[in-house]
């Protein structure tokens, strides 16, 4: 099939390891020669996270947004439909599992489409958004419920 790679770099430094204060900070870089600053959630793990940084569970919803968007235009395209733009404001919510573990359990996707020209009806924008979820590969990896508002 395919082979995705990034790269995760955390030096420590200076710092003290041995009192858990060290800082979080990492750098996640990707084949195409970009990288992002990564660090826990700063109110999960306060005052070690960075709000100037994405967290592994802002990522992970993040991706599923793209994965959907991505065959939602394509789907779209396919079909006959013009898309001017496309706006999504995901939101993961993290809980317990039904093991008892914390994980993210649910992620509403909200996009928003804008069409040229010819206009799905409420049923064809359904069928998109739902034939969508059904191919996109980060959907079909991660187990949390997956609700498109």
Not at 55 to 62: F, K, N, T
Request: aromatic letters at 6%; hydrophobic letters at 40%; proline letters at 5%.
């Amino acid at each position: 099939m395919s082979e995705h790679i990034a790269n995760v770099k955390w030096e420590r430094g200076n710092q003290v390891f041995s009192d858990g204060k060290y800082a979080r900070k990492h750098l996640i870089s990707f084949d195409g020669g970009f990288s992002i600053v990564g660090a826990p959630n700063p109110m999960i793990k306060p005052p070690l996270g960075a709000l100037d940084a994405a967290d592994p569970e802002e990522l992970l919803v993040a991706a599923l947004s793209s994965c959907h968007m991505l065959w939602f235009l394509d789907l779209a395209r396919r079909a006959g439909f013009v898309v001017n733009s496309y706006n999504d404001d995901p939101i993961g919510i993290m809980g317990k599992d039904e093991n008892g573990k914390i994980s993210i359990t649910k992620i509403t996707l909200n996009p928003k489409v804008e069409f040229d020209g010819k206009q799905p009806n409420q049923e064809e924008l359904a069928d998109l958004h739902h034939k969508a979820h059904d191919v996109c590969n980060i959907a079909n990896s991660i187990k949390a419920e997956v609700e498109i508002a």
